[in-house]
T-cell receptor, first 113, second 114 residues
């Protein structure tokens, strides 16, 4: 059974810092990995999707990398802003379970002024 | 595109009552997913549909839960009878294809059962 873990569970950084969020998964047989953002009381917003054959994806100040063999992904946020404060979730598709996404536990990020 | 639409946004009900949550997926998306989010268990997939047909309902907690998708633009998740432990945020999501295509989430329905 796939298990997805995110470290740290919570993070507080001052504005302007670059930061890295970590995601690890136990079963490397994945289709792809997706990073989401969730604001308090809101739904999930898709940030980046990395196909299993890719090693990274970039969108603006965000860069996500994937090392399938080691079961790891990182989300790099450059020059953090207070508006980046949210919970960040990673999720993986497994090749053996068709369309099911397995979600990580999330990292709650706070960017302070 | 309006995105995934869910209603109601908040529902407060008494134990034993029937609850119906509604979802309208993004037009053209063939897959629809129902999730439940709690502090204790995080996000869990309850059931998903492909072209209106339920494909995997192994995440549905028990017989009190049922889901239908009568057409491509509408799905319901029903809980009857409701219990306090059903209190959670229920999300609907849709995607164009399966197996690795982006899922788009609705704003969720916050259910409180007293």
């Amino acid at each position: 059974k796939q298990e997805v873990t995110q470290i740290p569970a919570a993070l507080s950084v001052p504005e302007g810092e670059n930061l890295v969020l970590n995601c690890s998964f136990t079963d490397s047989a994945i289709y792809n990995l997706q990073w989401f953002r969730q604001d308090p009381g809101k739904g999930l917003t898709s940030l980046l999707l990395i196909q299993s054959s890719q090693r990274e994806q970039t969108s603006g100040r965000l860069n996500a990398s994937l090392d399938k063999s080691s079961g790891r992904s990182t989300l790099y946020i450059a020059a953090s802003q207070p508006g980046d404060s949210a919970t960040y979730l990673c999720a993986v598709w497994n090749t053996g379970t068709a369309s099911k996404l397995t979600f990580g536990t999330g990292t709650r990020l706070q960017v302070t002024l | 595109d309006a995105g995934v639409i869910q209603s109601p946004r908040h529902e407060v009900t008494e134990m034993g009552q029937e609850v119906t949550l509604r979802c309208k997926p993004i037009s053209g998306h063939d897959y629809l997913f129902w999730y439940r989010q709690t502090m204790m268990r995080g996000l869990e997939l309850l059931i998903y549909f492909n072209n209106n047909v339920p494909i995997d309902d192994s995440g549905m907690p028990e017989d009190r839960f049922s889901a239908k998708m009568p057409n491509a633009s509408f799905s319901t998740l029903k809980i009857q009878p409701s219990e306090p432990r059903d209190s959670a945020v229920y999300f609907c999501a849709s995607s164009r294809l399966a197996g690795g295509y982006e899922q788009y989430f609705g704003p969720g329905t916050r259910l409180t059962v007293t």
